[in-house]
Antibody, heavy 115, light 107 residues
Framework: ELQLLESGGGLVQPGGSLRLSCAAS????????MSWVRQAPGKGLEWVST????????YYADSVKGRFTISRDNSKDTLYLQVNSLRAEDTAMYYC????????WGQGALVTVSS | DIQMTQSPSSLSASVGDRVTITCRAS??????LAWFQQKPGKAPKSLIY???SLQSGVPSKFSGSGSGTDFTLTISSLQPEDFATYYC?????????FGGGTKVEIK
């Protein structure tokens, strides 16, 4: 069964940082692009970032460009999202998802930015 | 950026009803369109990709159609487990973009 499991969320002060991880199982991570999508409380879905299968190409939403960094360790079947300079508006559930068609999704990691 | 406009934003329907949700892209995206279902407190679930291809394990009561700028998701006979919010998403061009969602509620 294809599964994704996020970790690393938490409460952080404005300006702080976190590293989110997404562990893949049931498929070979290195064969697929991977994405992060977030959802603020009570709001819709917002694409955050995508990384190519080999890791050489990365793409970001304008709202996070320069502050977030997507990366992957294919030897560990793990995707990462380094989130820096956090703002209140970054408060959201962060999901990882496989490929550009976003299937499957992980269960999410909650990031709360508050003082 | 490609804007994805879903309509309606919400609807009320009865068990057994046929429901259609539309999604319009601000420019042509061929068939690079996916549909997702999200229930409260849960991660989204992929239903359809490439506008009309059903994900493995998704019941055939769900169907998708369209190409270019206009797309539809149809649920042929609404069941209690189908009450949820549905999103479309284009993956033709970065940034990937989602529609605003359609909440399907019980009448």
């Amino acid at each position: 069964e294809l599964q994704l499991l996020e970790s690393g969320g938490g409460l952080v002060q404005p300006g702080g940082s976190l590293r989110l991880s997404c562990a893949a199982s049931g498929f070979t991570l290195k064969n697929y692009a991977m994405s992060w999508v977030r959802q603020a409380p009570g709001k819709g879905l917002e694409w955050v970032s995508t990384i190519s299968a080999g890791g050489s190409s990365t793409y970001y939403a304008d709202s996070v460009k320069g502050r977030f960094t997507i990366s992957r360790d294919n030897s560990k079947d793990t995707l990462y999202l380094q989130v820096n300079s956090l703002r209140a508006e970054d408060t959201a559930m962060y999901y990882c998802a496989k490929d550009l068609i976003l299937s499957p999704w992980g269960q999410g990691a909650l990031v709360t930015v508050s003082s | 950026d490609i804007q994805m406009t879903q309509s309606p934003s919400s609807l009320s329907a009865s068990v057994g009803d046929r429901v259609t949700i539309t999604c319009r892209a601000s420019q042509g995206i061929n068939n690079y369109l996916a549909w997702f279902q999200q229930k409260p407190g849960k991660a989204p679930k992929s239903l359809i990709y490439a506008a009309s291809s059903l994900q493995s394990g998704v019941p055939s009561k769900f169907s998708g159609s369209g190409s270019g700028t206009d797309f539809t998701l149809t649920i042929s006979s609404l069941q209690p487990e189908d009450f949820a919010t549905y999103y479309c998403q284009q993956y033709h061009t970065y940034p990937l973009t989602f529609g605003g969602g359609t909440k399907v509620e019980i009448k």
